[in-house]
């Protein structure tokens, strides 16, 4: 069963950038757990390119955003950390590809 985020009151969306200057498995490893505490934060990844982690955050408001921020940054050290707000989701689905199953 799939939630609706607005009855849910997390209707805003934010991906998150965020570069490190640490890249080591201790840092990793804090980071990591401290993301993983944060509920807001549906979908967390590491990413090649200029960006080391890319994060899907859902929130009610820009205040609820403040607060995840503030959240993210008493974890670990982090180089940036720059935030993305979606004005419209134009495709959102949980289906996956079945073309490529042998």
């Known amino acids: 069963m799939l939630c609706d985020p607005k009855k849910l009151e997390v209707g805003v969306t934010v991906f998150v950038s965020i570069k ?45 955003y403040d607060a995840v921020y503030k959240r993210l940054i008493r974890i670990t050290e982090l180089h940036d950390v720059s935030s993305s707000f979606a004005m419209e989701q134009i495709k959102y689905t949980t289906a996956l590809p079945l073309d490529y199953v042998d």
């Open 20 to 64: 490190t200057s640490q890249h080591n498995a201790a840092w990793f490893e804090r980071f990591a757990k401290g993301v993983g505490e944060i509920p807001e934060v549906v979908e967390f990844y590491r990413m090649s390119g200029d960006i080391d982690y890319l994060l899907r955050v859902v929130v009610p408001d820009i205040e609820g």
